[in-house]
């Protein structure tokens, strides 16, 4: 395993911690989750995928002797990862500060929405707060509808999961070097922000404002969605000359290249009238079939039920069968990370809270 070795004390809580240290879990490093012991609390169905190849700790935080002996335990352990607001884990004696005594090698990672300063770092917010503020929804969307309402959890995971993944690795090879630990400042909002990598650079070199539609990538071009006979929905990407040659042919519309190749405005939108009214004369099965045959960029719309039977992702062994500990199955998302020496060994998510109180603290649950 790629982490083998590696020992994660998770305060986290929700989705873009446990994300995260699921990821890391899945590449070998052996995390501990802590949890409340609350016995009321709601198992979200999704926990069985956070939660999966971790230990389980339940313990109350407010109680002084077990924060005597989270101490003493993070003294054994590289890496903590907390999602409280800022000052929480201070309040409760485990801030940075005071467990870096215990522990001067000590990678702390700490996943907020604002981060640990500034004027907004004890307001609460979600994704779509984040991706807002971010300036990724104020060009995003359509002119006559606003911005989108996304199914995925922007900022929550490749905001804060994926860059403190890469931030704790990073310091791991740091602390590698020189046995310096840290702290890490993990703003949702400003790594949402570095999302606009192809954006930004418009309005901060050029000074083109970022407007709605008006872009080679959201609806300024026939870069889009369009929809079929049946009203099922194509994905058409064909950006680069190739690809465009490549759709005009499929299409059976050689007529049509000077218009895409011109890259003029005007002809890119008439180009994409074309391409709607095309594309709805045949249904998404006979679209799916005649693109299969051409490497143009165009892929179908699929439903989540279709992409899981995908014959790509199955090639890829993007799912996987864990078996429970009451001996269900249950199908999940496998670690999208392939290596030739390295394949994930996946453990099902403790079902009874607090599993491993005895064996890491010698605590019952309270």
């Not at 003294?75 to 801030?95: K, T």
């Not at 499929?250 to 074309?274: C, N, W």
Request: glycine letters at 10%.
């Amino acid at each position: 395993m790629l982490l083998n070795g590696l020992k994660i004390l998770d305060f986290s809580a929700l989705l873009p911690g446990p994300f995260a240290t699921m990821m890391l879990a899945d590449l070998g490093a052996e995390v501990v989750h802590i949890t409340k012991p609350t016995a009321g609390e709601g198992r979200w169905i999704v926990d069985d995928y956070l939660q999966r190849s971790k230990k389980s700790i339940a313990v109350d935080l407010k109680d002084a002797t077990v924060i005597s002996q989270l101490k003493e335990l993070v003294a054994e352990y590289d890496i903590v990862v907390e999602q409280f607001r800022p000052g929480v884990m201070e309040r409760l004696g485990l801030g940075y500060e005071t467990l870096k005594e215990m522990n001067p090698s000590l990678i702390y990672c700490s996943i907020t929405g604002y981060g640990q300063t500034g004027p907004y770092k004890d307001k609460g917010g979600h994704d779509i707060n984040y991706v807002s503020l971010a300036g990724i929804h104020g060009y995003s969307g359509s002119q006559q509808g606003g911005p989108p309402n996304i199914g995925i959890q922007i900022a929550d995971l490749a905001g804060g999961s994926l860059h403190a993944v890469a931030s704790i690795l990073a310091a791991v090879i740091y602390r590698t070097r020189t046995g310096e630990g840290q702290h890490l400042d993990i703003s949702m909002t400003d790594c949402a922000l570095a999302l606009n990598a192809l954006a930004a650079p418009e309005y901060l070199v050029q000074g083109k404002p970022l407007e709605r539609e008006q872009m080679m990538l959201n609806g300024g071009s026939f870069y889009g969605h369009f929809e079929t006979r049946d009203g099922r929905y194509m994905s058409v990407g064909s950006i680069e000359p190739k690809f465009r040659q490549a759709l005009c042919n499929a299409i059976g519309r050689q007529d049509l290249l000077p218009l895409v190749l011109s890259y003029k405005p005007t002809d890119e939108a008439l180009f994409k009238r074309h391409l709607t009214e095309i594309f709805k004369e045949k249904t998404y099965a006979q679209w799916v079939n005649i693109f299969a045959k051409t490497d143009a960029c165009v892929e179908p719309v699929l439903a989540f039920e279709e992409t899981v039977t995908h014959p790509l992702f199955l090639a890829r062994n993007m799912f996987v069968d864990i078996t429970m500990e009451n001996g269900t199955t249950h199908k999940q998302l496998a670690c999208p990370i392939k290596s030739n020496i390295f394949q994930p060994v996946y453990t099902a998510a403790s079902e009874a809270l607090g599993e491993h109180n005895e064996d890491i603290l010698g605590l019952p649950i309270k």
